[in-house]
């Protein structure tokens, strides 16, 4: 059998699944939004990861939902887009244990 891409670490098999418990993937957390928002869409996958990720260190500061939806509404995210990315977030940290 020939492997053609990757390093065939079984790491990056993980990602078929699901991130390792304990981590924050920023990426995963776009895939999240990408699949429940109508509105994310017109917002690329790379922003979106982004957001998650700028989403994550407020909230792992201690910041509230109202507060990160408006940081990411003033970054220039449309309120939907916001709202669903700091719900996602909050999604992915409670089912992975992160933050």
Do not use: K
């Amino acid at each position: 059998m020939t492997q053609r891409g990757g390093s065939g670490d079984y790491v990056e098999g993980e990602r078929v699944f699901a991130p390792p418990q304990g981590s924050f993937d920023p990426d995963w957390v776009a895939g999240l939004v990408l699949d429940r928002s109508a509105a994310a869409p017109a917002v690329s996958r790379s922003a979106l990861a982004g957001a998650a990720h700028a989403d994550w260190t407020r909230r792992t500061r201690g910041a509230a939902a109202p507060e990160r939806v408006r940081a990411l509404e003033e970054a220039g995210f449309p309120p939907a887009t916001a709202r669903d990315v700091v719900g996602a977030v909050d999604d992915f940290t409670a089912a992975y244990g992160v933050g």
